[in-house]
């Protein structure tokens, strides 16, 4: 009696055969992809770029101020998604390098599940665990879940909402609608090619008008209302992109293939075409900045595949109208790198990404059993060896990746935490090189004072001089410092490559031969329009170096070869010798300097210049500026060379002081120049 009860006990389900097998691949899937997206981490790619830094200091205002924004301005204006996700994840671990790239670390691992996930109800489990490893071990997929950019977050969105509505197809549930609406309008707030997703919602709804009316009846309005509803949460960034004058401005910077062709002249856009088709086997991003150059989405034999996979689902559509959806998507995410420089950009077309790997996994599994799961098996080896190593041995080496993913800025910051002291650094790019910089370096930030190397020398007697191998020190300004004695050294890169050349400074012998001379060079006030004939001293009023602009910056000496210039393809050497008088000075000042023909006393040449942004004035610092002013072709004769200060936001110019504190003017003359016959 008791077996019979026990017997008539509610028995737990059954597992499909081979259930509890597919679940461990998926987890091991899940942990290879893990471990390639943490793996190396700090050093592939090699440190921070420009873009992560712009979005990291606005995550972090927004943790510190609650600076919440739908759409930023800055950097060309862009999403606030990667923000939000950012404040977070400064929240969690801190402001540093992690922080910036661990959201896209997460979704990254989404993306990983969700094409698992998708793949399975769209076709069978084992292709769902075959694209999830080569979404897994794929360059392009494995670079968005490594790097600080908000176009990682898109795939996420893309899959969320092909899940949703391949739900609401087969079951009609309301929160398949919810689903549907909310990835479709949460996606405008990551990246700008999410405008591809409503490309998914027109797919399927023109297939069942066309083809499955009664489909249509029981799922058209579910449809129509998820649209509706994304609509609706996508509004606030609608409004932002249509009222904030930065709202179209990255746009309109790329988009010369289709200006060109709305002129006439298709041919970029004719060629972008060729590429896009071409990006799964045979062309690549030409950008190292996101890619191998020109390496394709897959090696070539798999990218084949891919192209036989997008035959099997549009043979597929009407069985599976879901794959209407997929190839809206793709069609349309075509658009945003068609019709802009550097095509096929991957990032532009990152919506196409979980697709195309699906569109792999589907040509796959139409071989016969044991020899899909063979060829499937050797595709993921051939891919994670090829891959592995194009991503984590071969990019970081392209001299474009060192020149863009900072390194050298960490390296920098851990000498300057482990000094005492300030440091002078030549860098390519002041401003945002200064901004990456204080991510990595925190307070430090303030002994340090970066300078354009390409044109400028900034030192100060005693303190350390770095010299940037991307912006080493020019012929003019090589020679005027010496470092003083047992004083130097350099800092390595990760690849052991050498990034800064360091030293204790001061002027050489050559170098305070140079100041001292140039401090004799000429300087003349003129307050009149029309110049006069012959040299400056008989008819302008000499002044004495120092010479005080506005008490905030003074010119020490100048250098001014005696020299004639030629006609064509020739200009003024010119040498400036400058103090701020200022620490940290928050007005963007620059140098302009003119050069006018002295019998007219018209605008010939000029060049406006500021080697030090004020941004990193600190006092005690010389600068010697280069200040060549390309001529163009001249016409023989005397010209007048002129300069002086002004605050490039509003054009007002400093005044040149007196020992009084009166102002003399607001243009220094130096000299003249001879164009010769």
């Excluded at 028995?11 to 899937?29: A, D, M």
């Excluded at 650094?425 to 200064?434: G, H, M």
Aim: hydrophobic residues 50%; glycine residues 10%.
């Amino acid at each position: 009696m008791s077996h019979q009860r026990n017997s008539r006990l509610p028995q737990p389900p059954s597992q499909p055969k081979g259930s509890t097998r597919y679940h461990w691949i998926f987890v091991c899937v899940l942990l290879v992809a893990a471990l390639l997206r943490f793996a190396s981490f700090g050093e592939s790619p090699p440190g921070l770029q420009h873009d992560e830094m712009f979005k990291a200091l606005e995550g972090r205002r927004l943790l510190e101020t609650g600076d919440f924004r739908v759409f930023y301005p800055t950097n060309q204006g862009h999403e606030g998604g990667y923000v939000w996700a950012l404040a977070a994840s400064m929240a969690l671990v801190g402001v540093n390098a992690l922080a910036v790239r661990l959201p896209a670390f997460i979704f990254g691992m989404l993306s990983v599940a969700l094409v698992i996930r998708f793949t399975g109800r769209l076709l069978n489990r084992r292709a769902a665990a075959f694209a999830g490893g080569l979404y897994a071990v794929g360059f392009f997929a494995l670079f968005t879940s490594r790097v600080g950019l908000r176009a990682g977050l898109l795939p996420v969105f893309v899959l969320w909402l092909l899940l949703s509505l391949h739900s609401l197809l087969k079951q009609g549930r309301r929160r398949d609608v919810v689903g549907a609406g909310f990835a479709l309008g949460l996606a405008t707030y990551t990246y700008t090619s999410a405008f591809a997703l409503w490309g998914g919602l027109l797919g399927l709804a023109l297939l069942l008008v066309f083809f499955d009316r009664r489909a249509l009846r029981d799922r058209g309005l579910q449809i129509v209302l998820a649209g509706v509803l994304a609509l609706v949460v996508s509004l606030p960034m609608i409004v932002a992109r249509v009222t904030d004058p930065e709202g179209f401005n990255r746009s309109s910077t790329i988009t010369r293939p289709l200006i060109d062709a709305l002129a006439g002249q298709p041919h970029e856009l004719l060629d972008n075409a060729v590429r896009l088709l071409g990006m799964g086997a045979f062309t690549g991003d030409p950008e190292a900045r996101y890619n191998l150059p020109g390496r394709p989405l897959f090696p070539a034999g798999v990218g084949l595949l891919a192209y036989a996979g997008l035959a099997v689902a549009a043979a597929r559509i009407r069985r599976q109208p879901i794959y209407a959806a997929v190839l809206g998507i793709m069609i349309v995410g075509l658009v945003p790198s068609l019709l802009t420089v550097s095509a096929p950009s991957f990032l532009r077309s990152i919506v196409l990404l979980p697709a195309l790997t699906i569109c792999v996994a589907a040509a796959v599994d139409r071989l016969p059993g044991r020899v899909s799961i063979v060829a499937g098996s050797a595709i993921l080896v051939i891919v994670g060896v090829s891959d592995g190593r194009a991503y984590f041995v071969d990019w970081p080496q392209q001299a474009g990746v060192k020149a863009i993913y900072r390194d050298d800025l960490e390296q920098l910051a851990d000498a300057v935490s482990n000094s005492d002291g300030k440091w002078l650094v030549s860098t390519p790019d002041v401003e945002l090189d200064a901004l990456t910089f204080s991510l990595y370096a925190g307070a430090d930030i303030q002994r340090v004072a970066f300078f354009d190397g390409d044109t400028t020398l900034a030192f100060m007697a005693g303190e350390f001089l770095a010299i940037s191998g991307l912006a080493p020190l020019t012929t003019p300004h090589s020679s005027l410092v010496a470092a003083q004695a047992g004083d130097s050294s350099s800092l390595q890169g990760q690849d052991g490559e050498t990034v800064y050349w360091v030293s204790k400074t001061a002027m050489s012998v050559e170098g305070q031969t140079r100041l001292d001379s140039s401090a004799e060079q000429g300087a003349y006030l003129w307050a009149d329009g029309d110049f006069e004939r012959g040299d400056l001293e008989m008819w302008a009023t000499s002044v004495g170096y120092p010479i005080n602009f506005g008490n905030q910056v003074q010119l020490i000496g100048v250098e001014l070869p005696n020299r004639a210039i030629a006609r064509e393809y020739d200009g003024v050497n010119l040498q400036l010798f400058m103090q701020p008088l200022v620490e940290r000075f928050d007005q963007p000042l620059s140098v302009f300097v003119h050069v006018y023909r002295a019998n007219n006393g018209r605008l010939h040449a000029q060049r406006d210049l500021m080697g030090m942004p004020p941004s990193q004035w600190m006092q005690g610092v010389t600068l010697v500026q280069d200040n060549f002013v390309v001529m163009g072709p001249s016409r023989p004769g005397w010209y007048i060379v002129a300069m002086g200060f002004y605050n490039v936001d509003t054009g007002v110019r400093l005044p040149i002081l007196g020992v009084d504190g009166a102002s003399m003017g607001d243009r220094l003359l130096l000299g003249r120049v001879r164009v010769e016959e």
